[in-house]
C-alpha cells in the first residue's frame, strides 16, 4: 500500500496485484495548536521540519547540539520535535528554532517549507501528500528503502544520510537541496499524483473484492442464494455449493443432513512444490534429519540445568516461606497441646475442591485416602503418588497444620525430592533420546513412562509428555519427498514449461491420488515428450527451437521418469503423513462455526423473508434432484452416453452454466434435448 507514482509497480507483478496507494488517518479537525507554536508560526519565513519519532539514540543532547548547527548553516528557521529520544532537554534553544511537542503531521506539515525525519512509511507518506520536499535520515529497516525512492524521485535531499554518517555540514546541505526549485516541483508533482489516487484504504478494499472469484468453477457465490457467500459443498453433486442459509434451510426441511456437506475450499494453495532440483532437495532433507537427532540429545544437559535451577529456586521458596525455628523444645511442647485430629477422622473437603464451582471437573479422582496411604499424619507429606503403572509421579500433600513430627516431614520431603530429581532427569535423558529417534523414523511407540495417561496403550507418534510431536515429518519421508519432488521439479531449470502442478496433498485419498497421476503422467510426458518438444520448440523459434526442444525431451524422458519411479512411493506416505494429523485440524470447529451461522442467519430474517427464501430453496432442490437422477440414468445407459454426458457437462461448466441452479436448470434440459435428438438412452 503506496503511490504508484512514486515507487511504479513491477513489470513482472501480475494483474492479481494492484498498489493501492497510501492510507492516511485524519488527526489535524481534532488538535489544536499551541499558542506558543502559532506564534512562532507567524512571526517569520516558513520553517523546516526535522524529528525522528521514535528513534532513541545513544547522546541526544549531542544530537542536539549537531541538529541546531545544521541549522544555523542552513540559515533557516525550524520545528523540532522532540520525539522519543528527548532532544533539546538540556535547553539554550537558539531564537530561531521551536521545541515541538507531540504534533499531527496531518496539521503541521503543510504549514513548513521542507521535511527532514528518518523514513518511516506514514511519516514519508504525509511528507509527500502535502508536497514537501524531504530529506530522509535512515537508521534501520524499510527506511533506506523509502529515502532511495524519494531521492530517485528527485523530491527533496539528493541522497539519503544515514544516521552513522550525519553531521552537522551534511544536514544543512541536504536541507539547502530540499528547498530547491527543482526538489519543490517534484514533490507537488508527486502530491497531485498521491491525490489522483485517491484514499489507499479504499482501493485495496475495492481491489479485494474486484479479485474475488464471484464467476466461473471457482465461484463462491451461493448456487441457491446468489447474494451469499458458499461454505458448504454438497458431497453427491459437488458442483452445487450452499450458504450457511441454504444449508440451514435443507437441513430444516429434511432434504439432507449435516453428513452429507463437506467445507467449500474456494482456491486451493498448494504452498509448497518442493525443491528445484533432487541434490539440494535430499541434502536438505537428511541435514534436517541430522540436526533434529544432535538436537534431541545435545539438548537433554540443557534440559538438565533448566531443571536444577527450577529446583533450587523452589527451595528457595520454600526457606523463604518457613522462618527459622526457634525456642526448640518449647515450641514443640507448645504445638504438642494443641489438639490433634484422629487419623481415622479425614478432613471433610468442599464439593468444589474437586468437582470445581459448577462441576466442570468431577471427572478428577478423588486422590488416595488416609487408609492408603495418602496421608501419614497431621501435616505430614505421605508416599508418593502412583499411576496405574506402579510408576511414581509426585507427592500427595497433606494438611498445611504445623504438628509433631516436622522433623520427619523434612527428612521424608529431602528424601523424595531427591528420588523425584533422579526420575525427573531420567526422563528427561528420555526424551531426548525420544527426540532423537523421531527425526530418524516416525510411528515407533514411545517409551510408556513418557506417554500421557490419554496415549497409554496405544501407538503413541511421539507425544512425548503432553506435547504433540506428530507433526514432524521422519526422515525416510523427507528423503523421499525431497527427491521425488526433485526429479518432478528440475525440467524446469532449462525452461520446461510442461511441468504439471503437483496434487495438494491433504490425506490418503489426495496422497494415493498425487501418487497415481505421478506414475501416470510422469511416463506419459517423459516419453511423449521426446517428440512434443522438439516439435513445439521448431514451431516456436526455428531450427534452434528444434535442437533445445531435442535437449529438453532427452531430459525430460530422463527425469520425469524418475520423478514416477520416485513420487508414488514418497505422495503416498505424505498422505499417511497428512491424515495422521488431520485430527489437529480445526475442521470440526469451522462446521460447528459454519452451523451456528445458519442458524443466526435463519433468526435474522421475518416470517415473510423465510417464506420467500424457502420456496427458492425447494425449487432448487427440485433441479438437484433431477440432475442427480440424470447422472444416475446415464451411468447405466452405456460407456457412450456417459461419455457425452461427461462432455457436455464439462463444456457447460467452462461456459458458466453451472454457477447457480438456475442455469444448471437450463443447461439440464439442453442435455436432455440434445440427447433426444442424438437417440441417447
Request: net charge positive; glycine share 12%.
Amino acid at each position: 500500500m503506496w503511490s504508484p507514482g512514486l515507487v511504479p509497480k513491477p513489470p513482472d507483478w501480475g494483474p492479481e496485484i494492484d498498489i493501492a496507494g497510501f492510507v492516511f488517518l485524519d488527526l489535524a479537525s481534532s488538535f489544536k495548536p499551541p499558542d506558543a507554536l502559532s506564534q512562532f508560526l507567524e512571526a517569520g519565513e516558513t520553517p523546516v521540519y526535522i524529528g525522528f519519532g521514535s528513534i532513541v539514540v545513544d547522546d541526544p543532547d549531542r544530537f542536539t547540539s549537531m541538529i541546531f548547527e545544521a541549522i544555523e548553516k542552513a540559515g533557516v528557521r525550524a520545528l523540532v520535535s522532540k520525539g522519543w529520544g528527548g532532544l533539546g532537554s538540556e535547553g539554550n534553544v537558539p531564537d530561531n528554532v521551536y521545541m515541538l511537542e507531540n504534533t499531527p503531521h496531518d496539521w503541521l506539515f503543510p504549514r513548513v517549507s521542507a521535511v527532514v525525519h528518518h523514513g518511516g512509511a506514514g511519516t514519508t507518506a504525509i511528507g509527500l501528500k502535502c508536497g514537501k520536499p524531504t530529506m530522509i535520515v535512515p537508521f534501520f529497516g524499510d527506511q533506506p528503502f523509502w529515502g532511495a525512492m524519494v531521492a530517485k524521485a528527485g523530491a527533496g535531499a539528493k541522497e539519503p544520510i544515514p544516521y552513522k554518517n550525519l553531521n552537522a555540514d551534511r544536514l544543512a546541505e541536504g536541507i539547502q537541496q530540499c528547498l530547491s526549485p527543482e526538489a519543490k516541483a517534484n514533490a507537488e508533482k508527486l502530491a497531485r499524483d498521491i491525490e489522483l489516487e485517491g484514499d489507499g484504504a479504499k482501493n485495496a478494499v475495492d481491489s479485494f473484492h474486484r479479485h474475488l472469484p464471484l464467476q466461473g468453477r471457482n465461484s463462491m457465490r451461493c448456487s441457491i442464494i446468489q447474494d451469499r457467500v458458499a461454505v458448504w459443498e454438497f458431497k453427491q453433486a459437488n458442483l452445487l455449493q450452499l450458504s450457511a442459509l441454504a444449508a440451514q434451510i435443507l437441513v430444516e426441511k429434511k432434504r439432507l443432513k449435516w453428513q452429507d456437506l463437506r467445507l467449500v475450499r474456494h482456491k486451493e494453495w498448494n504452498d509448497f512444490e518442493g525443491p528445484g532440483e533432487p541434490l539440494t532437495g535430499s541434502g536438505a532433507a537428511l541435514l534436517s534429519s541430522a540436526g533434529g537427532v544432535v538436537k534431541g540429545v545435545g539438548g537433554t544437559p540443557v534440559r538438565w540445568a533448566k531443571r536444577l535451577k527450577k529446583r533450587e529456586k523452589k527451595q528457595e521458596q520454600r526457606q523463604g516461606s518457613n522462618p527459622s525455628k526457634t525456642g526448640g523444645e518449647s515450641r514443640n511442647a507448645k504445638c504438642s497441646r494443641r489438639p490433634s485430629r484422629k487419623p481415622s477422622q479425614p478432613t471433610s473437603v468442599p464439593p468444589e475442591q474437586h468437582g470445581g464451582e459448577h462441576g466442570m471437573e468431577k471427572h478428577l479422582s478423588d486422590g488416595p485416602s488416609l487408609e492408603q496411604g495418602g496421608f501419614t499424619g497431621r501435616g505430614k507429606i505421605g508416599s508418593l503418588g502412583r499411576n496405574e503403572n506402579g510408576v511414581p509421579v509426585g507427592p500427595m500433600i497433606g494438611t498445611p497444620d504445623a504438628g509433631a513430627g516436622e522433623s520427619d516431614a523434612e527428612s521424608t520431603s529431602t528424601e523424595r525430592s531427591d528420588d523425584n530429581l533422579a526420575q525427573d532427569m531420567a526422563v528427561d535423558a528420555g526424551v531426548g533420546l525420544a527426540k532423537s529417534g523421531e527425526a530418524l523414523a516416525k510411528g515407533m511407540p514411545c517409551p510408556p513412562l513418557l506417554r500421557p495417561a490419554h496415549a497409554r496403550g496405544t501407538l503413541c507418534f511421539h507425544t512425548i509428555r503432553g506435547e504433540d510431536r506428530a507433526d514432524r515429518r521422519a526422515a525416510p519421508m523427507d528423503l523421499s519427498l525431497a527427491i521425488a519432488q526433485g526429479f518432478h521439479n528440475a525440467p524446469r531449470l532449462y525452461g520446461d514449461t510442461t511441468v504439471r502442478t503437483p496434487v495438494r496433498i491433504t490425506g490418503i485419498q489426495s496422497g494415493l491420488r498425487a501418487a497415481g497421476e505421478e506414475l501416470v503422467f510422469g511416463v506419459y510426458d517423459g516419453v511423449t515428450g521426446l517428440w512434443l518438444q522438439p516439435y513445439r520448440g521448431a514451431r516456436e523459434n526455428g531450427a534452434l527451437g528444434l535442437v533445445q526442444g531435442v535437449g529438453k525431451g532427452v531430459g525430460g524422458f530422463v527425469l520425469k521418469d524418475l520423478a514416477a519411479v520416485f513420487g508414488p512411493i514418497a505422495y503416498t506416505m505424505k498422505g499417511i503423513h497428512k491424515e495422521m494429523v488431520k485430527g489437529k485440524q480445526p475442521t470440526q470447529f469451522i462446521r460447528r462455526a459454519r452451523i451456528a451461522q445458519g442458524v443466526l442467519d435463519m433468526k435474522e430474517l421475518d416470517d415473510a423473508a423465510k417464506r420467500a427464501q424457502g420456496e427458492k430453496v425447494e425449487m432448487a432442490w427440485r433441479v438437484v434432484l433431477d440432475y442427480l437422477q440424470e447422472q444416475t440414468s446415464v451411468k447405466t445407459a452405456g460407456f457412450k452416453a456417459n461419455f457425452r454426458f461427461r462432455q457436455q457437462q464439462r463444456r457447460l461448466i467452462k461456459e458458466g452454466k453451472f454457477e447457480s441452479v438456475g442455469n444448471a436448470a437450463v443447461a439440464l434440459e439442453e442435455w436432455r434435448r440434445e440427447k433426444r435428438l442424438k437417440g441417447l438412452r
